[in-house]
């Protein structure tokens, strides 16, 4: 069955620093990969998704992430975070024959001023 | 427009007791989801209904839990004879998916019930 891992649950970076967030999934078949953002006090939103094509994602505010098929991996970078990044990071896999999505446990971002 | 919608925003109850959780999606969307976020648990996938399809029930954790998704919009989560480890934050989410790898793969998510079972 499928599953996904987030090693980090915790990634404190200095503002203006960059930042990678892993998620690594479990199956190799063809998958979607998604990753949603929880902001303080808000609900999931979707910072960026791969579904097929160019293998780097852009996503909303600055956040970028690359589908690496041979290391079964979707890590989330951005090359100079906000304090306003401060939120909680959730990694996402379905595969191709299910609209059944695994969400990995999350990683907490804490932007340090 | 409207986001999706979830009631109560919170609940308390006793154990045993059985529970209802609402969720309205978005008009006009195919697939609902149900997940529950646990302290350092993640998002565990609940149950979800695409269209007029069977539902994937495969990540209810026990029959206590059960759902239905009533005209294709309006959903219920019920969790019977509530036990303490039951407490959580239920989420819904819903999606326009017509086909996969469209660029309507999108979840929208509900702001989500707090159950606390006491």
């Known amino acids: 069955a499928q599953s996904v891992t987030q090693l980090d649950s915790q990634v404190p970076v200095f503002e203006e620093a960059p930042v990678e967030l892993r998620c690594n999934y479990s199956s190799s078949v063809s998958v979607y990969l998604f990753w949603y953002v929880q902001y303080p006090n808000q609900g999931l939103q979707l910072l960026l998704k791969y579904l097929s094509g160019s293998t780097l994602v852009k996503g909303i505010n600055g956040f970028e992430a690359e589908f690496n098929k041979s290391q079964t991996s979707f890590h989330l970078r951005k090359p100079s975070v906000h304090i306003s990044d401060t939120a909680e990071y959730f990694c996402?896999?379905?595969?191709?024959?299910?609209?059944?999505?695994?969400f990995g446990t999350g990683t907490r971002l804490k932007v340090l001023a | 427009g409207a986001g999706v919608s979830q009631s109560p925003s919170n609940k308390v109850t006793e154990k045993g007791k059985d529970v209802e959780l609402r969720c309205d999606p978005i008009?006009?969307?195919?697939?609902l989801y149900w997940y529950r976020q646990s302290l350092g648990q993640g998002l565990e996938f609940l149950i979800y209904?695409?269209?007029?399809?069977?539902?994937?029930k495969s990540g209810l954790p026990s029959d206590r839990f059960s759902a239905e998704r009533t005209g294709g919009s309006v959903s219920t989560l019920t969790i019977q004879r509530t036990q303490q480890e039951d407490s959580a934050v239920y989420l819904c989410?819903?999606?326009?998916?017509?086909?996969?790898?469209?660029?309507?793969?999108?979840?929208?998510f509900g702001p989500g019930t707090r159950l606390l079972v006491l």
């Open positions: 008009s006009g969307h195919t697939a």
């Open positions: 989410a819903s999606s326009l998916v017509t086909s996969r790898a469209s660029d309507e793969e999108t979840q929208y």
């Open positions: 996402a896999v379905s595969d191709s024959g299910t609209y059944k999505y695994i």
């Open positions: 209904f695409q269209g007029n399809s069977a539902p994937d």
